[in-house]
């Protein structure tokens, strides 16, 4: 997976079935991930990269009411509850009148009508400067790339037109109201076309958010504030977890503040930055540094990664002594330092089939950089 796991070391040593999925190439292919999914009881279970353990969080009480939800369900509620509220709301994809390969959208056509809920061909740039289209009009144009690995044909629209459409018009007209939602990360057997972490390439691109929940209870709350946002925003959803992730989730509506980063772990010498699934790898790895290495690390979900949270992960790491990322924190942290910068993510490769378990920032790679921070 390209999402990198980011460290930051103080100076302290110290079931669901799959039912209904429509016909085709890419349908099936999603139908077949899922069910190597880390729930799954198949045999084939062995072979995948189940480089993880989803731990859910606690059951949020400030919401309301709750039930079983997980991601994928999570998602789908975030958008019923959208084209209730809104009835200028559309959503527009492949496949997604028939609920989506995934089935994020299903049942959401029958309710809310084929006008507000229909298929568009197969053309990624069609779809998302459609959606530009809807959105300049006052739509709320909620568009979604069947694989984060197909947004690349629509990367001009995304980063020429989209993120510039504002700035270029002195902020006469926008469309800010549009969302692009993407299944994203690997999944274990996915290879080069239905594995990738695009992130990296629209993190360096003003005028779009881009976000990544970790769990169901995120993944509602994120994409409605992805929505309700007035900036285009592009909202990952991390396919292994559609189904291995469950949680309460709250059954009313209600959003999650973006660009804030969440801190789940306090600790003395070590704080860890990831986002998404990683952020499930990282729980593991901060148990393993605190059993066998007696560190102490402290764990911050960056949920947004453009605009990210800079106050506070430079807040949580300003005493630190050793620092392995990638993000621009060099000028905020440097003096603080005493080991040169690392970074911990997938090789500069294509994503790899049967070599994926090698390929993945697991939590032996993540567990083995902290060593080499402590020890430098």
Sequence with gaps: MAAAARFFVRGARSKLPIS?????????????????????????????????TFQADPEPTQYGPTTKMNMFQSVTSA??????????????GEDVAFGGVFRCTVGLRDKYGKDRVFNTPLCEQGIVGFGIG?????????????????????????VNEAAKYRYR???????????????????????????????AFFAHCPGIKVVIPRSPVQAKGLLLSCIADQNPC???????????????VPVESYTIPLSQAEVLQEGSDVTLVAWGTQIHVLREVANMAQEKLGVSCELIDLQTILPWDVETVCKHSANNEYLC???SLQEQCFLNLEAPISRVCGYDTPFPHIFEPFYIPDKWKCFDAIKKMINY
């Design 134 to 158: 809807a959105a300049v009009a006052g739509a709320t144009a909620i568009a979604e790339i069947q694989f984060a690995d197909y947004i690349y044909p629509a990367f001009d629209q995304i």
């Design 20 to 52: 209904g999925v429509v016909p085709g190439p890419r349908s099936s292919f999603a139908a077949a991930l899922l069910k190597l999914s880390p729930g799954s009881s198949s045999r084939t279970q062995r072979r995948h990269a189940a480089h993880f």
């Design 169 to 199: 018009s002195g902020n006469l007209f926008d469309c800010g109201s549009l969302t692009i939602r993407a299944p994203w990360g690997c999944v274990g057997h996915g290879s080069l076309y239905h594995s990738q972490s695009p992130e």
């Design 79 to 92: 958008l019923d509850h959208t084209l209730a509220s809104d009835p200028t709301a559309v959503i527009f």
């Design 325 to 327: 990322s990638s993000f």
């Design 234 to 248: 592009i909202f990952f959803e991390p396919k292994i977890l559609y189904r291995a992730a469950v949680e309460q």
